[in-house]
């Protein structure tokens, strides 16, 4: 049902894209809190998650030791991280600690970004999103990039961020990037030459894939930056590079679909990995 009402709104509305970048909607948000009062606080990262004898949380201290009370915390970690560093597993409720047992990381990503010398429109693309697809079997597809590194891959989502905003890039250049999922488990166990080698391959076959709808895109590259689900990792420390939080799946054993957003003690709320 979710991906159903998400490809229908899709359908009806179309996709939307932050004019001025991710940092636009940063600072959207920075402005939006402090035209209500908020203070926000930047280079403080959040030692602990404070609790009352209650058991309700009751604020947090930074990693400065400053000490802030409130009787809410909206927390952008991932569950695990919450419950093991910043509360300490004595505080989490033993079925919580349960439930989250029976969660798997859900997917990453594998991207490729590239950087051209040419607009959008001389490659032949006019819609911000584009999806190519050799196979219409998606379980398959799903399953295979679980258990290896798919380096025949079946699909490719190519966004080009020009067309939505004309000023992303220098005129003359455009920016793209390909996309496809992937879980992290495969990359894991490859050794650093393997690793490096793999990411390349796979990349110039996800090129190779999108020159299907933009002929001659390798030509006109300036630019190229990889990464896999261990970049992503190492960027956000989500487990297994999940891009989803965990995996849709109602055979956690939970009979829920996700992770709630309320979080494991009053007044905790997780909103960013369900």
Not at 68 to 74: C, F, G, K, Q, T
Not at 99 to 124: I, M
Not at 163 to 190: N, R
Request: aromatic share 8%; charged share 20%.
């Amino acid at each position: 049902m979710n991906y159903a009402l998400l490809v229908a709104s899709y359908l009806r509305f179309g996709p939307a894209h932050i004019k001025g970048k991710s940092q636009a909607l940063s600072q959207a948000l920075v402005d939006s809190i402090e035209e209500h009062g908020g203070e926000v606080r930047f280079n403080k990262g959040v030692k602990r998650i404070l609790t009352s004898r209650k058991g309700e949380v009751c604020g947090a201290i930074t990693e400065d030791g400053a000490e802030l009370s409130s009787h809410y915390v909206l927390c952008n970690v991932n569950p695990l991280t919450a419950c093991f560093e910043l509360l300490t597993r004595d505080h989490v409720p033993e079925w919580y600690l349960s439930r989250l047992k029976n969660w798997s990381a859900g997917p990453g990503t594998f991207n490729v970004h590239l950087g051209l010398d040419c607009s959008c429109s001389q490659l032949g693309l006019e819609t911000y999103e584009n999806f190519v697809h050799l196979s219409t079997d998606l379980n398959k597809q799903h399953e295979s990039m679980r258990h290896a590194i798919n380096l025949n891959p079946q699909s490719v989502t190519l966004t080009a961020y020009n067309v939505a905003d004309d000023e992303f890039s220098p005129p003359g250049t455009s920016c793209v990037v390909l996309i496809v999922y992937a879980y992290a488990e495969p990359w894991l166990k490859l050794r650093p030459n393997e690793y490096i080698k793999l990411k390349h391959l796979l990349a110039d076959k996800l090129i190779r894939l999108a020159e299907t709808m933009a002929p001659g895109l390798r030509n006109h590259i300036e630019v190229a930056e990889i990464a896999t689900p261990l970049t992503n990792i190492r960027y956000t420390g989500n487990p297994a590079g999940s891009i989803i939080g965990f995996d849709e799946s109602y055979g956690s054993g939970t009979s829920q679909l996700n992770l709630p957003v309320r979080g494991p003690l009053p007044g905790l709320f997780l909103p960013m990995h369900r």
